[in-house]
């Protein structure tokens, strides 16, 4: 179903500051933008960080939690083929993905997925489809051959002998309290498109400007927050990508609108920003909170907000963090 469908039958709910999908299992989604994500990836992997791999499959593990028992019991090909491909083209994460098993081989053929169309040669994408094997099959896998190119991919894994322990997660009960929104009101997705911050184009993905947003279960970035493989690269890379498409030439209190409407719209909460004589107060209600049972830590965030603010000055930096249990304040101001 397309995500305008998807819209219109309220099965992908919206709310200030909220995306929500509650197709058979609730789950909270952040729109994110693939370039920035994707440059990351690629910047741990050229320093030799190899655990963005293990991230891929962790993320995988939580997100377990939403696959209903009854999809679980599907044989791996018919999983991969019907569902996983409806859900993943609709997201725009794969034009197409196919998969067949003979024995304990796996193998596992996409098109232009997510990542890899954007800096080739990967692991994380790897260690996503890792995690989805070994919480079908129950048990661990390993990849044995990759090819990866831009257009398409071909992976085959092997299935290991003896059970596999899949990552302890928040229950549904809590994750849902926590992500509890449902009554706040105000500027979200559908108005974003309506005033044309966002585009919906007719291959069904979402554009700022151009530029392709994904719609990314949240946990990734508490996940990425809480690893901190190369952190600090998140503010440049946020930077680079912001300076070509946001204008120069508009005024500080138009670039700060629009930060504000980026991320209220992208389902990161609702936002405040506040000019102040020192700097720059961001305030966020109602973020989004992830399924891992470590602490959720929002790091990923407010360094891709740092990096935008540097169109703005680049003197900026992070002066303080306060998380409350619904709240996120950073302030943020310039070198002296």
Same mark, same amino acid.
């Given at each position: 179903?397309?995500?305008?469908?998807?819209?219109?039958?309220?099965?992908?709910?919206?709310?200030?500051?909220?995306?929500?999908?509650?197709?058979?299992?609730?789950?909270?989604?952040?729109?994110?933008?693939?370039?920035?994500?994707?440059?990351?990836?690629?910047?741990?992997?050229?320093?030799?960080?190899?655990?963005?791999?293990?991230?891929?499959?962790?993320?995988?593990?939580?997100?377990?939690?939403?696959?209903?028992?009854?999809?679980?019991?599907?044989? +791996?090909?018919?999983?991969?083929?019907?569902?996983?491909? /409806?859900?993943?083209?609709?997201?725009?994460? +794969?034009?197409?993905?196919?998969?067949? &098993?003979?024995?304990?081989?796996?193998?596992?053929? $996409?098109?232009?997925?997510?990542?890899?169309?954007?800096?080739?040669?990967?692991?994380?994408?790897?260690?996503?489809?890792?995690?989805?094997?070994?919480?079908?099959? =129950?048990?661990?896998?390993?990849?044995? /051959?990759?090819?990866?190119?831009?257009?398409?991919?071909?992976?085959?894994?092997?299935?290991?002998?003896?059970?596999?322990?899949?990552? &302890?997660?928040?229950?549904?009960?809590?994750?849902?309290?926590?992500?509890?929104?449902?009554?706040? =009101?105000?500027?979200?997705?559908?108005?974003?498109?309506?005033?044309?911050?966002?585009?919906? &184009?007719?291959?069904?993905?979402?554009?700022?400007?151009?530029? +392709?947003?994904?719609?990314?279960?949240?946990?990734?970035? !508490?996940?990425?927050?809480?690893?901190?493989?190369?952190?600090?690269?998140?503010?440049?890379?946020?930077?680079?990508?912001?300076?070509?498409?946001?204008?120069?030439?508009?005024?500080?209190?138009?670039?700060?609108?629009?930060? =504000?409407?980026?991320?209220?719209?992208?389902?990161?909460?609702?936002?405040?920003?506040?000019?102040? =004589?020192?700097?720059?107060?961001? !305030?966020?209600?109602?973020?989004?909170?992830?399924?891992?049972?470590?602490?959720?830590?929002?790091?990923?965030?407010?360094?891709?907000?740092?990096?935008?603010?540097?169109?703005?000055?680049?003197?900026?930096?992070? &002066?303080?963090?306060?998380?409350?249990?619904?709240?996120?304040?950073?302030?943020?101001? $310039?070198?002296?």
């Amino acid at each position: 179903m397309r995500l305008s469908e998807s819209l219109r039958k309220k099965i992908v709910v919206t709310g200030a500051g909220r995306i929500i999908n509650r197709l058979k299992v609730p789950r909270v989604y952040v729109l994110f933008f693939e370039e920035i994500l994707a440059n990351y990836i690629k910047e741990c992997e050229n320093r030799g960080y190899v655990n963005d791999k293990d991230i891929g499959k962790l993320w995988m593990y939580n997100i377990d939690r939403f696959i209903p028992s009854a999809l679980k019991r599907l044989p +791996v090909s018919i999983f991969f083929n019907r569902f996983l491909n /409806r859900i993943w083209t609709n997201i725009g994460g +794969v034009e197409n993905i196919r998969a067949s &098993k003979e024995g304990d081989i796996i193998t596992i053929k $996409t098109k232009r997925e997510f990542v890899t169309r954007i800096i080739g040669k990967n692991d994380f994408f790897v260690g996503v489809l890792e995690g989805i094997i070994n919480a079908l099959c =129950k048990c661990e896998s390993e990849c044995i /051959r990759k090819t990866q190119a831009i257009n398409s991919c071909t992976y085959v894994f092997r299935l290991k002998k003896g059970y596999y322990r899949p990552a &302890k997660c928040k229950n549904k009960n809590l994750y849902n309290s926590l992500n509890n929104s449902s009554q706040v =009101k105000g500027f979200d997705l559908k108005s974003g498109i309506k005033k044309g911050i966002f585009t919906i &184009k007719p291959d069904n993905k979402i554009y700022f400007r151009g530029n +392709v947003l994904i719609p990314i279960e949240n946990t990734l970035f !508490h996940l990425l927050s809480n690893r901190r493989l190369l952190i600090g690269k998140v503010s440049s890379i946020s930077y680079d990508f912001f300076r070509k498409y946001v204008d120069k030439n508009t005024s500080k209190e138009a670039k700060l609108t629009l930060l =504000k409407n980026i991320m209220q719209v992208s389902g990161w909460g609702t936002v405040n920003i506040k000019m102040e =004589k020192d700097g720059v107060l961001v !305030h966020i209600r109602n973020m989004p909170y992830g399924l891992q049972t470590e602490k959720d830590n929002w790091e990923f965030l407010v360094r891709t907000i740092l990096g935008y603010l540097w169109i703005v000055d680049r003197k900026y930096l992070t &002066k303080k963090v306060d998380v409350s249990r619904n709240a996120l304040r950073i302030k943020y101001c $310039t070198r002296a």
